[in-house]
């Protein structure tokens, strides 16, 4: 079972960037798809990025395309969010999330493992 800690949140202006961390523990990094998903109160999870476990492929939400990047370490057991060119309505709580399985989901009840969560504001 693998454990999942995201940091790297923060509050920052329009325009600034960001680059969110998640590092595992407890399980086999290289085995897992990921993703990052997002949530404001009162709306549901939504994924912003997803990398595959072999072939790396990504996908992204399209309010986000262009503008954020995952990318994977598996030597450091780490998955990262580069986040450019950000909007105060990037303004939520940031989600990892790992599934054992070859192929990402853009479904949050596909995900087998979850992280805390980490708090970003964007000001206007």
């Known amino acids: 079972q693998v454990q999942l800690v995201e940091s790297g949140g923060g509050l920052v202006h329009t325009e600034d960037s960001l680059r969110l961390s998640c590092a595992a523990s407890?399980?086999?990094?290289?085995?897992?798809?990921l993703a990052w998903f997002r949530q404001t109160p009162g709306k549901e999870r939504e994924s912003v990025a997803r990398?595959?476990?072999?072939?790396?492929?990504?996908y992204y939400a399209d309010s986000v395309k262009g503008r954020f990047t995952i990318s994977r370490d598996n030597a450091k057991n780490t998955v990262y969010l580069q986040m450019d060119s950000l909007k105060p309505e990037d303004t939520a709580v940031y989600y990892c999330?790992?599934?054992?399985?070859?192929?990402?989901?853009?479904?949050?009840?596909?995900?087998?493992?979850w992280g805390q969560g980490t708090q970003v504001t964007v000001s206007s």
């Open positions: 999330a790992a599934r054992v399985d070859p192929y990402s989901s853009a479904s949050s009840t596909a995900y087998d493992y």
């Open positions: 407890g399980g086999t990094f290289s085995a897992y798809s």
């Open positions: 990398i595959a476990r072999i072939t790396r492929t990504t």
